[in-house]
């Protein structure tokens, strides 16, 4: 028993640095209601019954596969369907989603005989996954298509999020009468947390702090996941082992209880003390007890507010683009230069920004992006800049969607002069700007930065990162080309926070990744630009999330459901 003690403290060596999440977190749920409105008639002598088909589309093969079906409702152009559609979430990846509506003919509801064969197509719709939830209280209508020359009528989305218990529980605990392990002194106890898997193994989830020399000790209350306590499920089993703490690591056993969050959830109450057995010593004594009794002080719930709570509540993600014209990338007109305009294919700078544009524009309502360069000197005079609108519209630099940031960035391409240096402070203290008028939870601001490289001012940088660390921003950083990108892996901070000038950046709100290690040998650059585009979007719900919660913001109250025209409510007389 002991040596398993060790072996067991071995493993817990490092869970200090453990977090009870990440360790399998389930995706984020997304349940998807359905309504059309004023679909097409194709039955003689009655309406409709028409039938909802959802497909997804596979990232690499770009093929649709069907995902699930609605019921059929017989007669009705105006069918608000019952059964749902759950999909997993992911902020960072394009999910693209394809509704086909059809009417299901009584004498063969079999689908898989070809639909154009039974006449009874009656439109569809394509959008994406963000899209739904980034449209206003998470609600999409869109006209349904498909059918040459044929008004299909609307077909209505909502997306509501899958409470998969966000709750987290705040909990306090005290011991009495513990075992005296210590020759010379008292007991030095802390308590051990391990929540219960499938297979009857047992996961460590929290570990208390130690309490010096006593046998009564009252250890600190802590906050917990309770996915990460119990997985979802109130009655598993929560075991807790109590030690006495040794400097040499060789922790004493004290004895151990079960619970579960059903349990904990009655709060203080005599059905929360618990006698700590330890069952070595059990069999050996006639008249052992326990090794003493560990109580349940006070315990309460607070359910965490998740990104799609925000997305839904109406705070709006600003995307704003800064692109890299230093001399370094080579002469745009040369096939060797980084911004080089090849008719066939989108360069390096154009398939980062696609990338990753295209996923964050379905969160910002207008999809008016300001884009701005660096680096660069502009006409007339030759005046070098660090942050020049790319339309040449000082006033006015939003470029309409993607496309119109591309477009703009090409024509930029034909007016200004390569030049130097890389200075990154202007075009994140722009972005910080606009950040700093808005830090009520309605705006957040996300700048991505594509550059070939090395850093001319990493000072000015650094201290504008920390500042912006307190505003609502976050920075992506794409690195194309083959240079070394050192200070880029620093501002990202994964490893050691950024700060300036003895001051350290209270977010980490950098994101950098290298272009290169993302080109696909085989030129497949569809699946190697969405593995881009998910590395580096993947942190932006936490950093969000870490922003809202730091100042306290929660997220505004969705607006009511909605009631689709034409849906009445029937009320049953008592």
Not at 117 to 133: A, K, S, W
Not at 321 to 347: R, W
Not at 529 to 554: C, H, N, T, W
Request: proline fraction near 5%.
């Amino acid at each position: 028993m002991e040596g398993d003690v060790m072996d067991k403290l071995e493993d817990m060596s490092s869970v200090y640095e453990f977090d009870p999440i990440t360790g399998n977190i389930p995706a984020t749920k997304v349940e998807i209601t359905v309504s059309c409105r004023n679909l097409l008639d194709k039955d003689t002598f009655s309406k409709s019954d028409p039938l909802c088909v959802l497909y997804t589309q596979g990232v690499e093969t770009k093929q649709w596969r069907e995902f699930g079906r609605t019921e059929v409702i017989d007669n009705t152009l105006n069918p608000d369907f019952v059964r749902k559609y759950i999909l997993d979430y992911f902020f960072e990846e394009k999910q693209n989603l394809r509704f086909d509506l059809y009417d299901v003919d009584s004498k063969s509801p079999d689908l898989s005989k070809h639909p154009a064969e039974l006449n009874d197509f009656l439109g569809q719709m394509f959008c994406t996954l963000g899209e739904i939830v980034g449209s206003p209280a998470s609600r999409l209508e869109k006209p349904l298509g498909g059918i040459p020359g044929k008004k299909c009528g609307t077909i209505i989305l909502s997306a509501e999020e899958l409470g998969n218990c966000r709750d987290s529980a705040t909990m306090q605990f005290c011991a009495n009468k513990l075992d005296k392990k210590d020759f010379f002194g008292k007991s030095d106890p802390f308590m051990v947390f391990y929540r219960s898997n499938e297979d009857g193994t047992f996961t460590i989830c929290h570990k208390t702090e130690v309490v010096k020399n006593t046998l009564n000790p009252v250890w600190q209350s802590f906050t917990i996941p309770v996915r990460a306590l119990c997985n979802g499920d109130y009655d598993r089993t929560i075991k807790v082992e109590v030690y006495d703490w040794d400097r040499d690591g060789s922790h004493d056993f004290i004895g151990e209880f079960t619970t579960s969050y059903r349990e904990l959830a009655r709060g203080q109450s005599q059905f929360n003390v618990y006698e700590v057995i330890n069952s070595k010593k059990k069999m050996k004594k006639k008249k052992y007890v326990n090794s003493g009794t560990v109580t349940l002080l006070s315990f309460s719930v607070e359910s965490e507010c998740t990104f799609l709570d925000y997305i839904k509540g109406g705070t709006q993600i600003n995307f704003t683009v800064a692109i890299d014209f230093t001399a370094s990338n080579g002469n745009p007109s040369q096939s060797t230069s980084l911004h080089y305009m090849n008719p066939y294919q989108l360069n390096a700078y154009a398939m980062a920004l696609k990338a990753v544009g295209e996923i964050i524009q379905d969160y910002d309502s207008d999809k008016m992006f300001p884009a701005l360069g660096f680096g660069a000197k502009l006409p007339p005079d030759g005046r070098v800049s660090h942050e020049f609108p790319l339309n040449g519209n000082m006033e006015n630099p939003y470029c309409n969607g993607i496309e119109g940031i591309l477009e703009a960035y090409h024509q930029s391409l034909k007016t200004v002069q390569l030049y130097g240096p890389t200075n990154f402070a202007p075009v994140v203290n722009h972005v910080a700007r606009y950040a700093a008028a808005v830090q009520d939870g309605s705006q957040y601001f996300v700048l991505l930065i594509v550059t070939d490289g090395v850093i001319s001012d990493m000072a000015q940088t650094k201290e504008a990162i920390v500042n912006g660390a307190k505003l609502p921003m976050s920075i992506i950083i794409v690195g194309v080309g083959q240079a070394e990108f050192d200070a880029m892996v620093e501002l990202d901070g994964d490893d050691i926070r950024i700060s300036s000038r003895g001051k350290l950046a209270e977010r980490d709100i950098v994101q950098f990744v290298p272009f290169r290690d993302y080109m696909d040998r085989t030129g497949n650059h569809v699946l190697s630009m969405a593995r881009l585009a998910k590395d580096v979007l993947a942190e932006i719900p936490d950093q969000f999330i870490s922003y809202m919660k730091s100042r306290g913001i929660k997220p505004n109250p969705a607006p009511p459901p909605y009631t689709p025209p034409g849906h009445t409510h029937h009320h049953t007389q008592i």
